[in-house]
Nanobody, 117 residues
Framework: VQLVESGGGSVQPGESLRLSCAAS????????MGWYRQAPGKQRELVAD???????NYADSVKGRFTVSRDNAKNTVYLQMNSLKPEDTAVYYC????????????WGQGTQVTVSS
């Protein structure tokens, strides 16, 4: 599975961005599609994920501001980010995990999100 992310960029605090991640190849269900981020000097952390059945999970720091969604027909996962804060600045990575055989775990190349005034 190959993942291609798009939609990163530089914005001011309070603005919005939408990230997209398109997966190519066969993805077996059940699976989880999600977004992680890594800020300079920090560990990679989960931002949000969504399982193939539609249940979503968010980091406390983004609840109420970010929305994760997926289009199973297009094998694409999205992250709508509203009310962005400087502490959201990081490289954002797309991830797809198959939670049964073949248990693949795929990562995108990362896209930079910078929030600064």
């Amino acid at each position: 599975v190959q993942l291609v992310e798009s939609g990163g960029g530089s914005v001011q605090p309070g603005e919005s961005l939408r990230l997209s991640c398109a997966a190519s190849g066969i993805i077996f269900s059940p699976n989880v599609m999600g977004w992680y981020r890594q800020a300079p000097g920090k560990q990679r952390e989960l931002v949000a994920d969504i399982i193939s059945g539609g249940i979503v999970n968010y980091a406390d720091s983004v609840k109420g501001r970010f929305t994760v969604s997926r289009d199973n027909a297009k094998n694409t996962v999205y992250l709508q980010m509203n009310s962005l804060k400087p502490e959201d600045t990081a490289v954002y990575y797309c991830n797809v995990k198959e939670t049964s055989w073949p248990y693949s775990d795929s990562w995108g190349q990362g896209t930079q999100v910078t929030v600064s005034s």
